[in-house]
């Protein structure tokens, strides 16, 4: 299903607004999350339009998850995060999706909630798609 609403399932305007593309995986797709006060923060979208991991089935769900593990590990790569946080929302926007949220000892937020957009710190779409690249090359 696609809804016409959706950031995630018409990638327009919307999802420019806080996302640049990144990857498609098997299960998902994956943006650069525009506000980049944690240097290497995406999003993992599901392709398909559900709200709860509970509407997919086993197999879509493993591979979901699977696609997720795979943008962490590239994560862990590409920008040597000590930890990366896992953050799974939605109660308005209703397409299934993870931030992930590279953390970093002694650098902003640590050993805190991670804010869902603190804006302060924005960057070019050159510097966006420099990010995508780097990452690229770890998935």
């Known amino acids: 299903m696609v809804d016409q609403n959706c950031a995630y399932c018409v990638e327009g305007e919307l999802l420019a607004a806080f996302g640049y593309p990144c990857a498609e995986l098997d299960h998902s797709k994956v943006y650069i999350f525009k506000e980049q006060s944690h240097k290497g923060r995406v999003i993992v979208a599901s392709n398909q ?13 493993n591979g979901f998850f699977s696609d997720v593990a795979k943008v962490a590990n590239a994560q862990h790569q590409a920008f040597h995060p000590d930890k990366v946080n896992y953050g799974a929302y939605g109660d308005t926007g209703h397409h299934l999706h993870f931030h992930l949220v590279p953390k970093y000892k002694d650098e902003f937020e640590w050993n805190a909630p991670f804010a869902m957009n603190p804006g302060q710190v924005t960057l070019t779409d050159d510097d966006y798609e420099a990010l995508a690249e780097t990452l690229r090359r770890y998935l």
């Open 49 to 61: 339009h559900v709200s709860e991991l509970t509407e997919l089935s086993d197999e879509d769900r």
